[in-house]
């Protein structure tokens, strides 16, 4: 059971970004934030860094959804730049002014040779089982939808952000795996 919370009118208003979660029972935990991308120096929660790639004003929501062991991350965008890509990551820092404040990916099973310098590009790790990857195709309107499901629940590490990067796809091949080029937009959104 999916719970719809409507915010996108206060978001819109107040420029950031709004959350809800509900505990539908003891498998299953709903998550829902929105976040409307603003400039780097008017932004609380929605970052854009590239304004041509990622509007301002677009509107990205995320739904996290937990339960039996794996967990489903939908992705719908409003707003985004017309007919084109986005690789998009889930990230353990919330967003700040500079897309690398957002951290590197996050990773179920974090690879023990990366560093904050040198993120983790070892396709053991740096894949889309162990981290969360959606591939987000807007249509002419600049909408869109991705969802992708998991092998796993979040324990004491959650991921803090969601980022789109300028590339449609992810690479996947040693010592480039989990690349996506540079960081568009960013919007912290709590996966619990």
Same mark, same amino acid.
């Given at each position: 059971?999916?719970?719809?919370?409507? &915010?996108?009118?206060? &978001?819109?208003?107040?420029?950031?970004?709004?959350?809800?979660?509900?505990?539908?029972?003891?498998?299953?935990?709903?998550?829902?934030?929105?976040?409307?991308?603003?400039?780097? !120096?008017?932004?609380?929660?929605?970052?854009?860094?590239?304004?041509?790639?990622?509007?301002?004003?677009?509107?990205?929501?995320?739904?996290? &959804?937990?339960?039996?062991?794996?967990? =489903? &991350?939908?992705? =719908?965008?409003?707003?985004?730049?017309?007919?084109?890509?986005?690789?998009?990551?889930?990230?353990? !820092?919330?967003?700040?002014?500079?897309?690398?404040?957002?951290?590197?990916?996050?990773?179920?099973?974090?690879?023990?040779?990366?560093?904050?310098?040198?993120?983790?590009?070892?396709?053991?790790?740096?894949?889309?089982?162990?981290?969360?990857?959606? !591939?987000?195709?807007? !249509?002419?309107?600049?909408?869109?939808?991705?969802?992708? =499901?998991?092998?796993?629940?979040?324990?004491?590490?959650?991921?803090?952000?969601?980022?789109?990067?300028?590339?449609?796809?992810?690479? =996947?091949?040693?010592?480039?795996?989990?690349?996506?080029?540079?960081?568009?937009?960013?919007?912290?959104?709590?996966?619990?």
């Amino acid at each position: 059971m999916r719970i719809v919370i409507v &915010v996108a009118a206060l &978001v819109a208003a107040a420029g950031c970004a709004g959350s809800g979660a509900t505990d539908t029972g003891p498998s299953e935990v709903n998550t829902r934030q929105t976040g409307v991308l603003a400039e780097v !120096d008017a932004a609380e929660t929605a970052f854009t860094y590239d304004p041509t790639a990622a509007p301002i004003g677009a509107q990205l929501e995320l739904e996290v &959804v937990e339960g039996e062991g794996r967990t =489903t &991350v939908r992705l =719908t965008a409003d707003r985004l730049q017309p007919d084109r890509g986005y690789a998009v990551h889930a990230h353990t !820092d919330p967003c700040g002014p500079k897309g690398t404040d957002a951290g590197p990916h996050y990773q179920h099973e974090v690879d023990p040779a990366a560093t904050p310098e040198r993120p983790s590009v070892d396709p053991a790790y740096a894949n889309p089982q162990n981290e969360i990857w959606l !591939d987000l195709a807007t !249509d002419r309107q600049g909408n869109g939808t991705a969802e992708t =499901t998991v092998p796993f629940t979040f324990g004491d590490r959650v991921p803090a952000s969601i980022v789109l990067h300028e590339q449609p796809h992810t690479e =996947t091949e040693a010592g480039r795996a989990g690349s996506a080029g540079g960081r568009v937009a960013c919007v912290t959104a709590p996966f619990r």
